[in-house]
């Protein structure tokens, strides 16, 4: 196995999911058998081979600092669950 | 006893610095203080689905410049890198931030103490961006309902500078954030405002017995704005892991919160739980590749910071402490600079400046880079005290009144009548009338007693308004008398 049932409890929690019991147990068997498959390429030799940051050949792609407008705060907020006086309103935290 | 007789304390600092850009770092959005809330916001800087971040060139010009400053190596190549958590002031549930090869890394700066010199090592700094503001709808983080997300301020490009645990006392602290502070000021990286957020301290304490080499273990406390919060937040902190320590027990070792209104920290030991970032490469940036050449471009730019500065005027004859307090902002250091540039007395002007021009600052609250009267001026005031057209005491009635009316101060002086009486006769004429009308004075004088001679000197400035020139009256009076 490459993940156990507590790797994806704990990956839930930091993703605000709840899970069922049935779901916990069939995510396991799906992302065991996902990472099974991608450790095929740990039979490749890498021993030589640069880290790679990117998979696109570029480089340095900036923009000079000029201000664009921004959008309407009504357009921001209208697709949020929430919102109260210009805020996104959201439950508590922490 | 103190807690100091029986721990050591070891800090480190992590202090998250607004870049002085006009944009944010990934959109075009403002970075505008003050805007009414959720008006600079885009979708890029909302996260919302199918856009793509570009990064702004200014922010890396100002990191690079920044590391510089710090005496930091500039990577040749960096990238950026998703940190990943789930918090309502993050649209996006990451935040675009630099994991393991940040743009500047082992840098350092030199503190004053007691003891003289320390070198404070800087290990890295890494461009970020910022989040939302959460207002909560309590009274303190841990005890509101509902919380108002504001998003101005996500995406705002911050520079994260974290230094090596190299402090062992708060005054070591505070002089190593003024420094820091002073530097980034100095070579404009950032605006420096305190009071608006532009710059946030996050401050990692530990204890460990003294003549311990091993470190302690640490709590961090985040999102101090102030130096004060940090003296405050510092000595309650160490206060409370010693008690913990002294009780045999273990200091815990998490995220704590300061609570301004009470001066204590709180425990944020529930978002602890969540401390798991999955830091993985952002695919939606490339990575930079900073070759040298933009590196020395950048390195031309830097102007004269703060410690060459203070080496500078100590040349120049002022005190270690004068030094110290003119170059304690740059907007002071540039006025006194500019002064220095017109008038030949540098411990003089020094006084002045120090003195009269930044107590009339402060009391018509004003800031330096706002003040009513130019560098020039205030250089020519001094220039007249030391042609002696004007006698020192003189000068104070005149600071203010150019002060109030934005005059020069030779016109003030021509229009009313204040220059000193540096006329022989016209002084003699006083002096005699002086003699005439003292004659105790003028005995004991003659009988011995210097000291009578000041009292003379005094009912001739008196008789003058002032305006005599003092030197020139002690000369004339001890020549009259014999
Ligand atoms: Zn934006």
């Known amino acids: 196995m490459k993940i156990s049932r507590k790797d994806v409890e704990h990956v839930a929690l930091l993703a605000r999911l709840e899970l069922t019991e049935q779901e916990i147990e069939q995510y396991t068997e799906q992302l065991d058998s996902i990472l099974e498959y991608a450790a095929t390429l740990d039979r490749l030799d890498t021993e030589n081979v640069e880290p790679t940051a990117h998979a696109v050949p570029l480089h340095n792609v900036l923009r000079a600092d000029e201000v664009k407008s921004s959008i309407e705060r009504e357009k921001a907020l209208q697709n949020s669950p929430d919102a109260e006086e210009g805020f996104y309103r959201v439950p508590r935290i922490v | ?482």
């Open chain 2, 1 to 482: 006893m103190s807690v100091f007789d029986r721990y050591e304390m070891v800090c480190g600092v992590e202090t998250h610095v607004e870049l002085a850009t006009k944009t944010k770092i990934f959109c075009g959005c403002t970075t505008e203080f003050g805007g009414e809330q959720n008006t600079h916001v885009c979708p890029v800087c909302l996260g919302l689905p199918g856009v793509l971040p570009v990064l702004n060139r200014e922010v890396v010009n100002l990191a690079i410049k920044a590391g510089l400053a710090l005496n930091c190596e500039i990577a040749e190549f960096s990238k950026f890198d998703r940190k990943n958590y789930y918090y309502p002031d993050l649209p996006k549930n990451y935040q675009t931030s630099q994991y393991d090869l940040p743009i500047c890394k082992n840098g350092w700066l030199m503190i004053e103490t007691a003891e003289g010199q320390k070198k404070i090592g800087i290990t890295r700094a890494h461009m970020e961006e910022d989040a939302g503001k959460l207002v909560h709808g309590g009274e303190t983080i841990t005890t509101s309902d509902e919380s108002y997300v504001d998003y101005n301020r996500t995406g705002v490009p911050l520079l994260e500078i974290v230094s090596e645990p190299d402090m062992r006392s708060i005054s070591e602290v505070l002089a190593y954030l003024e420094q820091l502070v002073q530097i980034l000021e100095y070579t404009e990286v950032s605006d420096c405002r305190l009071e608006q957020g532009s710059v946030r301290f996050d401050i990692n304490v530990s204890l460990r017995p003294r003549g311990s080499t091993e470190l302690g273990i640490r709590t961090e406390t985040k999102n101090l704005n102030s130096f004060s919060s940090v003296r405050r937040c510092m000595e309650y902190e160490i206060a409370r892991q010693a008690e913990v320590l002294d009780a045999g027990e273990k200091v815990v070792q998490e995220t704590r919160t300061w609570d301004e209104g009470r001066g204590i920290t709180l425990s944020l030991r529930s978002k602890e739980e969540a401390h798991d970032y999955r830091y993985f490469p952002e695919p939606d940036l490339v990575p930079m590749v900073i070759d040298r050449e933009w590196v020395e471009e950048i390195r031309k730019t830097l102007p004269e910071l703060p410690a060459a500065r203070r080496e500078r005027l100590q040349i120049l004859g002022l005190s270690a402490y004068d030094a110290e307090v003119i170059t304690s902002s740059k907007g002071l250091a540039d006025f006194f600079d500019k002064a220095l540039r017109q008038c030949e007395d540098a411990k003089s002007l020094t006084n002045w400046v120090m003195g009269d021009f930044t107590r009339l600052l402060k009391a018509n609250e004003v800031s330096v880079v706002d003040s009513p009267i130019s560098p020039e001026q205030v250089a020519e005031m001094v220039n007249l005290i030391e042609k002696g057209t004007i006698s020192g005491k003189i000068a104070k009635s005149v600071i203010e009144e150019m002060f109030a009316t934005g005059k020069d101060a030779s016109v003030i002086v021509k229009e009313k009548g204040l220059a000193q009486i540096s006329d022989e006769s016209a002084l003699i004429k006083i002096i005699d009338e002086v003699i005439a009308a003292n004659p105790a004075s003028v005995e004991d004088y003659r009988a011995g007693k210097e000291r009578a001679i000041g009292f003379l000197v005094g009912q001739v400035m008196k008789a003058s308004k002032g305006q005599a020139n003092p030197g020139l009256v002690n000369k004339l009076l001890k020549e009259r008398l014999g």
